[in-house]
Each structure stands twice: as C-alpha cells, then as structure tokens.
C-alpha cells in the first residue's frame, strides 16, 4: 500500500513540477504550451529526438525555441487510460479509466467503446481546468477517447474549443450498427458520421 501511495505522489508531483517548469520560463508572461500526445509514437519518431529517421521540421523548431522534455514515462500502455491519466495527474484506476464497463477489473487495461456510459468525471479536476483558472485559453484537436456523451466531451473538461474524434479512429465503423454518435465533433456539435 505504501509503494502505490508513493507511486501516486510521485505522479501527482512530476505533473506539479511540470506546471512550475513551465511557468518558471517567463516571470513576466504566461508561456505558450503544448502537450502532443500520439498514440504508438515511439521516442525516435520524430526528428527533434532523432534527427535520421523522419522529417519533423515544425517540431524542430518548436524543440529549439522552446522547451524539449526527454523523460516520460505513460501511465497506461492502452489511449484511454493513458490520457486520462496525463489529463488529471492521477493514475487510471484513480479516475475510474483504466477498464471500460464491460471489462473486469482482473484483466488487462481497456479503451471506452463509443456510446460507452461512461467518461472521465467531470468533477475530476484536469490541467486544462487549472490552466483557465491562470488565465489560459485552452483547446483539445485530435483524438479524445475519454468519453463521447455530452457530459464528458472535452468542453465539459476545461478546454474552451475541442475538434476532432471522441472516440479512436477505428470505432466508428465497426460501432456503426449500433447507432453510435458521429465520428467528428467541433465543440459539442457531431459534424459527420463515420464512414
């Protein structure tokens, strides 16, 4: 119990020193950020990190600009979990995200399926929550995958604007039968269905 106390702090804190690193850059103004986070994107697949491998020449220059961060260590080797889990500084299992409903508790971690009941809490506090209180504007573009109903879309989680899936690329066709929601969303609007 101790060990999964300390391993919990020690999220929580690397996600605090993290804000402070970040809002130590620039006494006098708030510093741009932000965080870029793929699914299946291995350390040496973008250029800043391995400059023979792909060509990333926006990234270059955000990395020499900016602030580049060389240790991360994912919560979650499944999207779900993982991106609840760098969105409120808490493991998974913390946030109730690291099994959907049908998944028991025993096995491996899971993803939440579309028109899946539940989502990331809307009373769990996020990064984009504490951002807004520090007056940042904040936005969500991509992939999504913690929750698709109206009560735990990215609006909901303290992003002012979201565009993009709220579910994994994937589900839509294969959920299609099932009368899912549409696989695009800009804000809480559904633009289109997947195909």
């Known amino acids: 119990m101790f060990e999964l106390l300390v391993s919990f702090m020690n999220l929580r804190f690397s996600i605090l020193v993290l804000l402070a690193c970040l809002a130590s850059l620039h006494a006098a103004e708030r510093p741009n950020f932000i965080v870029i986070f793929i699914d299946d994107l291995g350390y040496a697949d973008v250029s800043p990190f391995a400059k023979d491998r792909y060509a990333t020449p926006n990234l270059d220059r955000m990395a020499r600009e900016g602030r580049k961060f060389t240790n991360f260590y994912s919560a979650s080797s499944v999207c779900t979990p993982s991106r609840a889990a760098i969105l409120s500084g808490c493991y998974p299992i913390r946030v109730s995200m690291l099994?959907?409903?049908?998944?028991?508790?025993?096995?491996?971690?899971?993803?939440?399926?579309?028109?899946?009941?539940?989502?990331?809490?809307?009373?769990?506090?996020?990064?984009?929550?504490?951002?807004?209180?520090?007056?940042?504007?904040?936005?969500?573009?991509?992939?999504?995958?913690?929750?698709?109903?109206p009560?735990?879309?990215?609006?909901?989680?303290?992003?002012?604007?979201f565009y993009g899936t709220p579910n994994g690329h994937d589900m839509g066709v294969r959920a299609q039968p099932f009368g899912v929601p549409p696989a695009m969303v800009r804000n809480e609007k559904w633009l289109r269905n997947s195909k």
Request: hydrophobic content about 25%; aromatic content about 12%.
């Open 99 to 149: 099994y959907n409903e049908t998944r028991p508790p025993h096995r491996h971690a899971s993803v939440l399926w579309p028109g899946s009941r539940k989502g990331l809490n809307p009373e769990e506090v996020t990064i984009a929550e504490v951002l807004k209180e520090r007056g940042y504007r904040t936005a969500c573009f991509g992939k999504w995958h913690l929750g698709d109903q």
């Open 151 to 161: 009560p735990f879309l990215p609006t909901q989680q303290g992003f002012d604007e």
